[in-house]
């Protein structure tokens, strides 16, 4: 692949139950489309009759069988010391970075395997806690994790409109942070401007028809929105 159209960036991480179905309309529906897996994530990557443009991890979750089948599937296979400073996720986004100084646009990141369900809890944090390191400030304006049940994007200040994107049954939006002149409208429940100096989780919000649109705006802090469908969570 070179440096054409912009690609889409489908990241699978090692939880045990990625959404594969969406991984496949995307990469279906994208004109350029570019598959990361990590560590166990590549071996979902490839049950759905994908290759992997690049594979990354220590690999210390799966057989020695299995990691040979993953270098053979591979475009790039990168086998890391499992003593290392960086997570095997955050890895993967080093080298979404490499690919942009190499001069691809990038149109979207989806991360799938990060936040469970049956996952690691403290994987599910440190996936989270990615949105506050300094390197990977400007690649979390594309980021969504992608999950069967949800979907998570993280704002930075400014001024946003909010569609319905999942069908979704709540509308979650938390401070991570201390924040700032928070507006939330056009919701069930709006939030006239307002201060904390706490991170605050306002969840279970709704979309009042799943044609409006919820405007969020804040200046100062770091926001997640959470788009939640309760029946399809269930089902996991």
């Known amino acids: 692949m070179t440096p054409q159209s912009p690609i889409t960036v489908l990241v699978c991480a090692g939880a045990p139950k990625p959404d594969l179905d969406s991984l496949k309309n995307i990469y279906q529906s994208s004109d350029q489309a570019y598959l990361i897996g990590v560590d166990y994530g590549c071996l979902s990557i490839l049950k759905t009759g994908l290759k992997l443009n690049y594979a990354v991890g220590d690999f210390d979750s799966v057989s020695p069988e299995e990691c040979l089948q993953i270098q053979a599937a591979s475009d790039r296979f990168e086998q890391l ?19 942009i100084e190499e ?80 507006i939330i ?10 201060e904390w100096t706490y991170p605050r989780a306002l969840i279970s919000n709704e979309f009042v028809n799943p044609k409006d649109i919820v405007t969020l705006s804040f200046s100062q802090g770091l926001v997640a929105v959470l788009w939640i469908r309760e029946q399809a969570q269930a089902k996991d």
């Open 81 to 99: 010391i499992p003593e290392k400073d960086n997570t095997d996720t955050e890895m993967a986004l080093y080298h979404i970075k490499k690919l």
């Open 103 to 182: 001069g691809y646009e990038i149109e979207a990141i989806y991360l799938l395997g990060c936040l469970g369900p049956g996952g690691r809890l403290d994987h599910t944090i440190a996936n989270l806690w990615m949105a506050f390191h300094p390197d990977f400030k400007d690649l979390f304006e594309q980021i969504i994790f992608l999950e069967r049940a949800c979907q998570v994007q993280v704002f930075q200040p400014g001024n946003y409109r909010l569609t319905d994107r999942l069908d979704s049954d709540y509308l979650s939006i938390i401070a991570l942070t201390p924040i700032k002149d928070w």
């Open 185 to 194: 409208e056009g919701a069930k429940y709006n939030l006239p401007q307002s």
